[in-house]
């Protein structure tokens, strides 16, 4: 097989947080006085971790202080909160486990903070995806590759073999930026019609396809 190595996006690849992620950003805001946001608008604002996630959310103009003060109160509520609503996507589970048994290096890289990132991953992949990374203090966020070539290293994996999942944009890149095949798909936060305006170049519309892309000889 061309590949032995995936390494998977986590939220609107593996995981529909986007509910959870709404409700954090609608009790930040409402606690500071601000205006809220629809689920739509939230789903336009990830993928670029929850600094950008809120600063996209407040209004305009709005004063740095109190940007801080909702990021604060966003995380503090969504790390309680972040597996009220959140469930893995429709074929997921089925799929990393075929990967495993049949010997694939999995990992998580993600722009959501680190505890979050490792909180969920063992809530619901527990010994699926022994390697999960996110947003850390010292080391660069995707698009940069620094996440990827962590995961890479910690799984012991061999770069020419691994291969990226991801729905967005910020995905693309990133595969792009580490040297890596991408793989996109069409169920998460960003459509096919966004995906292809971004650079897509395979997209798969569900798990099967998926794994047949990553089996493929």
């Known amino acids: 097989m061309r590949y032995d190595t995936v390494i998977f996006d986590l939220d609107g690849t593996l995981l529909d947080t986007l509910q959870d ?15 809220q946001r629809t689920v739509d608008e939230v789903r336009r604002f990830v ?13 305009e103009g709005t004063p740095e202080n109190l940007v801080s003060k909702v990021l604060a109160d966003f995380r503090a509520h969504y790390v309680l909160n972040m597996e009220n609503r959140t469930a893995p996507y429709p074929g997921v ?22 505890a979050a990132v490792k909180g969920l991953a063992q809530a619901y992949f527990e010994g699926l995806l022994p390697v999960a990374i996110g947003e850390a203090a010292g080391i660069s ?24 999942v991801g ?3 910020v995905d693309i890149q990133t595969a792009g930026s ?40």
């Open 141 to 164: 966020r995707k698009p940069a590759p620094d996440t990827v070539f962590k995961a890479l290293r910690e799984l012991g994996a061999d770069a020419g073999r691994a291969v990226y």
């Open 21 to 35: 992620l709404a409700d954090s950003v609608n009790y930040a805001l409402n606690v500071n006085a601000l205006p």
């Open 47 to 59: 993928g670029s971790g929850v600094a950008r996630l809120v600063a996209r959310a407040v209004p």
């Open 93 to 114: 589970l089925e799929l990393l486990r075929r990967l495993r048994a049949e010997g694939f290096h999995l990992a998580i890289v993600s722009n959501k903070f680190d």
């Open 178 to 217: 580490a040297g890596l095949p991408c793989i996109s798909v069409s169920w998460g936060f960003r459509d096919r019609a966004f995906l292809l305006e971004h650079g897509a170049g395979l997209i798969v519309d569900d798990t099967e396809a998926l794994y047949r892309a990553l089996t493929a000889e």
């Open 167 to 169: 729905d967005s944009d």
